[in-house]
């Protein structure tokens, strides 16, 4: 197997750009530093591809490992024919390695190694070869009592165990009924307590079959947790005389007594061996696409969020909601800095709405407060009630915003947050995390683990070690896309810029205490275990705003500052003219005179590929630029929407908070966030909400229906953006 010609195959690139990635990979370059500075070589496949083509790749390479071990084994036991060589290097999966395997594997006491042992597979062959002969009086000569073969008929059941086990390791055959499983199979699911009533959210699947080749992901993942539960019970259905009519055209080649002992050894085989076997590797292989679906839409759900854009410039006031406890208050300025903290009681059973409303005013009044963060947890509603209640008796003007409070508790326990706040208790800690929330969400949500902060579905039930790395990778791309101050940053933001581990992270953070800030980007050559690699790969994505060098504070890497300089140059410029540049002269000239020069020429002429130098006219242009400011601002609130205010055929503006398989959560101002179904999201068809909306998006909805009882609220997007 060509495995950079397979990469390409799948991912529908050039086979030079698979071979350019692999070949950068190898060299121990990471994903966002080959995104981003070596899209010549790859002809700019961005991180999303890279991390598909790294995954295969490392999948690709084990599996032709997996074959060579399984070829050398087969060998060792002269066994290795050309059909197997053959079949071997077909094989495109690790499983249908393993069904080539199976024949000659160890395996573990079974009936038919107990019949072997009993000296019966020349009976066992002599039956198979469906000769006239009378199989039980062949059975007579392996009568061995000291063996435990009492009669012909207890000679003749171990040889069709013997037979029933062949059957079952024929490859071929496996092959074949797994085709044919995969084609015409359905998934059912049962009440496994029939006796009990109880209504659950299960109730749809107490009797639901489903053709295993149409089943969404998400009604996979449903299944597969009711059954964990143990709500429901899923088995797998097929056309049982269809299969072993099959497995019997392989098999059965006569029409007497041994060929009847051979189809009684054929439906043994596929009862007792075959079907539960391929039933388990469908049920593996829906749960393992359906987990690889639910992964990717909590990836793409993660990126989004993280990349909202930041509420700059506002002095926040974080709102931890609850009831009994109080409400835990934080004010921090515009940097994220604490400025004060505070418990009210505005929430039952205490209700003490005037004194914290008084105790609030004074403390937006003496800090400036012009946002409020509120959590959307616990006594969210109340709080936020009192909240849009509260400001309308302000003379000065203050907006809020619900945000997500999940992970907030996750952090306010961990060691970073200990760290960070050690005078703070685990409550007032939560609360400053929900106020950075709404300044920064990127920087304040890389301090928790990403499968904590809850936008996807049924993140709890995916496989642990791959929900972390596919997660880890989403978080690493959106803080190197975004660019990290290295004299502000976190040990935990920091250690997601390319190359930099947890380690490194603490080094910078512990040379900046005890040097002060950095001036410029080659002083981190000085971090203890900070090396020329390291400083290659992290580089282009560290900025030092205000340091000795410009270009310090942009997105070009040191290796192209030459290149950066010689095109000022060009354009009759100079590093320092990039400084505080918000009159847009310089852009207007750099535009200028590449468009005179043509890019080809312009980059010829500065030393450096087509793509680089656009990336490079673009950081000119706006040094330390956020790519996130270009996207729409999140809605604040000055209003609160009560359920029962609502009412059919409304029409609102909401912000979209998680995307399903099935919809999207929309955020419209009440407690409980309303679903738009997927068939609802637009007049067209389309297979996935993700090619419609993403997290943070603002949305026009009008209400279809309100279920005030379950607290559920239908709407639709149709005709409407």
């Keep these: 197997m060509n495995i950079t010609e397979t990469i390409a195959k799948e991912l529908g690139i050039r086979a030079a750009q698979a071979e350019a990635a692999v070949e950068l990979l190898d060299a121990g370059n990471t994903i966002p530093f080959i995104a981003r500075y070596r899209k010549e070589a790859t002809g700019a496949l961005d991180d999303v591809v890279l991390r598909e083509l790294s995954d295969r790749l490392t999948y690709l390479r084990n599996l032709e490992k997996r074959k060579e071990e399984v070829r050398s084994s087969i060998e060792e036991l002269g066994k290795l024919t050309d059909d197997i060589v053959n079949s071997l290097s077909e094989a495109a999966t690790l499983a249908a390695v393993e069904d080539i395997y199976r024949p000659y594997k160890p395996k573990k006491k079974t009936r038919a190694s107990v019949a072997r042992e009993k000296g019966l597979e020349p009976l066992a062959e002599f039956i198979r070869a469906q000769s006239d002969g009378d199989p039980y009086a062949e059975a007579e000569k392996y009568i061995d009592p000291e063996k435990g073969v009492e009669t012909a008929e207890d000679a003749v059941a171990g040889a069709s165990d013997i037979i029933a086990e062949d059957i079952s390791d024929d490859p071929e055959i496996r092959k074949i009924l797994g085709g044919l499983y995969d084609r015409s199979a359905v998934i059912t699911s049962v009440k496994a ?32 947790r009711g059954e964990r539960e143990g709500v429901l019970k899923a088995s797998v259905e097929v056309d049982a005389d269809n ?30 061996l075959i079907h539960p076997s391929i039933e388990r590797r469908v049920r593996n292989d829906l749960t393992d696409k359906a987990c690889t679906a639910a992964i990717k839409v909590f990836g793409d759900n993660l990126r ?12 926040t006031m974080g709102l931890d909601p609850a009831y009994r406890t109080g409400c835990k208050i934080s004010v921090v300025d ?38 409020i963060s509120i959590g959307n947890g616990t006594a969210s509603h109340e709080s936020e009630v009192f909240v849009a209640d509260m400001i309308h008796e302000l003379d000065t003007p203050v907006s809020y915003m619900v945000v997500s409070e999940a992970g907030a508790s996750v952090y306010s326990a961990s060691k970073l947050a200990q760290e960070e706040f050690p005078d703070f208790d685990v409550t007032q800690r939560s609360a400053v995390s929900i106020a950075r929330r709404l300044q920064d969400p990127l920087s304040e949500l890389v301090k928790i683990e990403p499968k904590a902060i809850g936008v996807g579905q049924y993140q709890h039930d995916m496989p642990p070690a791959q929900l972390s790395e596919a997660l880890g990778g989403v978080v690493e791309d959106c803080v190197n896309n975004v660019g990290v101050d290295v004299n502000t940053a976190s040990a935990a933001l920091l250690s997601y810029v390319a190359g930099i581990n947890s380690g490194i992270a603490k080094n910078i953070i512990a040379y900046r205490e005890e040097n002060g800030r950095f001036t410029e980007r080659k002083e981190l050559l000085k971090v203890s275990k900070l ?13 030092v705003p205000d340091g000795k060098e410009p270009l310090d504070n942009t997105a070009v890497h040191p290796e192209s500052y030459a290149a950066a300089r010689k095109l000022l140059e060009l354009c009759g410029l100079t590093e320092n003219d990039i400084v505080g540049d918000n009159s847009g002269l310089v852009g207007e000239k750099i535009n200028k005179k590449v468009k005179e020069l043509g890019i080809k020429k312009a980059a010829e002429q500065a030393g450096v590929g087509d793509m680089t130098l656009t990336d490079m006219i673009k950081e000119l242009m706006k040094p330390g630029r956020d790519p996130r400011d270009e996207l729409p601002k999140p809605m604040l609130r000055t209003d609160v929407v009560d359920i029962n205010s609502l009412k059919e055929g409304m029409e609102l503006k909401g912000t979209v908070r998680n995307i399903t398989d099935f919809g999207a959560f929309v955020d419209i101002g009440v407690h409980q966030d309303g679903l738009v179904h997927i068939s609802q999201m637009a007049d067209r068809y389309i297979k996935h909400p993700l090619d419609v909306v993403k997290v943070g998006d603002i949305v026009n909805v009008r209400i279809l229906g309100i279920d005030t009882k379950k607290n559920r609220i239908s709407l639709t997007m149709k005709g409407l953006n």
């Design 193 to 224: 307590n029939e006796e009990d009533e109880t209504d659950t959210v299960y109730t749809n699947y107490y009797d639901y079959r489903e053709a295993v080749s149409k089943i969404p992901t998400h009604r996979i993942l449903a299944i597969d």
């Design 531 to 543: 090396g020329k690699k390291t400083f290659e790969q992290c580089a282009g994505f560290l900025r």
């Design 304 to 315: 989004q969020l993280l990349m909202q854009p930041p509420v700059k410039g506002m002095v």
């Design 243 to 272: 299969m072993l009519a099959t497995i019997k055209s392989r098999c059965v080649t006569a029409r007497n007594k041994n060929a009847e002992l051979v189809t009684a050894a054929a439906a043994d085989a596929y009862k007792r």
């Design 334 to 371: 515009a940097t994220g800095k604490v400025l004060d903290t505070a418990v009210v009681y505005p929430t039952p059973p205490h209700s003490k709405i005037e004194e914290s409303k008084r105790k609030l005013t004074a403390l937006i009044k003496k800090y400036g407060v012009t946002a």
